[in-house]
T-cell receptor, first 117, second 111 residues
Framework: GAVVSQHPSWVICKSGTSVKIECRSL??????MFWYRQFPKQSLMLMATSNEGSKATYEQGVEKDKFLINHASLTLSTLTVTSAHPEDSSFYIC?????????????FGPGTRLTVL | EDQVTQSPEALRLQEGESSSLNCSYT??????LFWYRQDPGKGPEFLFTLYSAGEEKEKERLKATLTKKESFLHITAPKPEDSATYLC????????????FGKGTLLTVNP
């Protein structure tokens, strides 16, 4: 149990285009999901908290108009990187708490590698 | 502000050579401390959750312990397949599940 998937696994896009990344909880429901980004050889940095049926909460310094988050159902959250630029190239990972594991434990997706040319 | 410091940054062991990884933390009301394993190019894989000082959890060659200021991940007789980055994270009370991560320890186990 407690499986989180992401799609796509990797994406290459041109500067100025938008990219959508999906995060799904496959065997449990999640009213809250989290989006992180990770630069090479660095740890995970929380970008935003995705809340089902309401607006996302963004961490300080994260541009909410650039990183659009939609939590449309109890099993799906999407992150759209709008007008992507090379500096947005990174590894994006989502997580969700629950899944029948230990209390408050988050389970992570496999990540999405974004490369902006 | 919650802080997590992991040491060492990197650790190289011979197969069978036991050792420990350290995670020191400061948090306003610990709700939980989490250990994850991350392989290159993949998302973190859950290992353990610890809730209170004195608690211990074990899984195969790994054992996690917790005090009021730090946690240790003990690796007994490691194998090459244990090579990965080990991440420690804390969750504060009232944080709505938010995790604060350390920078991780890159473990390499040589055959």
């Amino acid at each position: 149990g407690a499986v989180v998937s992401q799609h796509p696994s990797w994406v290459i896009c041109k500067s100025g285009t938008s990219v959508k990344i999906e995060c799904r909880s496959l065997d449990f429901q999640a009213t809250t999901m989290f989006w992180y980004r990770q630069f090479p050889k660095q740890s995970l940095m929380l970008m935003a908290t995705s809340n089902e049926g309401s607006k996302a909460t963004y961490e300080q310094g994260v541009e909410k108009d650039k990183f659009l988050i939609n939590h449309a159902s109890l099993t799906l959250s999407t992150l759209t990187v709008t007008s992507a630029h090379p500096e947005d190239s990174s590894f994006y990972i989502c997580s969700a708490p629950g899944g029948g594991g230990p209390k408050d434990t988050q389970y992570f997706g496999p990540g999405t590698r974004l490369t902006v040319l | 502000e919650d802080q997590v410091t992991q040491s060492p940054e990197a650790l190289r062991l011979q197969e069978g050579e036991s050792s420990s990884l350290n995670c020191s933390y400061t948090v306003s009301g610990l709700r939980g401390l989490f250990w994850y394993r991350q392989d290159p190019g993949k998302g973190p894989e859950f290992l353990f959750t610890l809730y209170s000082a004195g608690e211990e959890k074990e899984k195969e060659r790994l054992k996690a312990t917790l005090t009021k200021k730090e946690s240790f991940l003990h690796i007994t007789a490691p194998k090459p397949e244990d090579s990965a980055t080990y991440l420690c994270a804390v969750q504060a009370g009232g944080s709505n599940y938010k995790l604060t991560f350390g920078k991780g320890t890159l473990l390499t186990v040589n055959p």
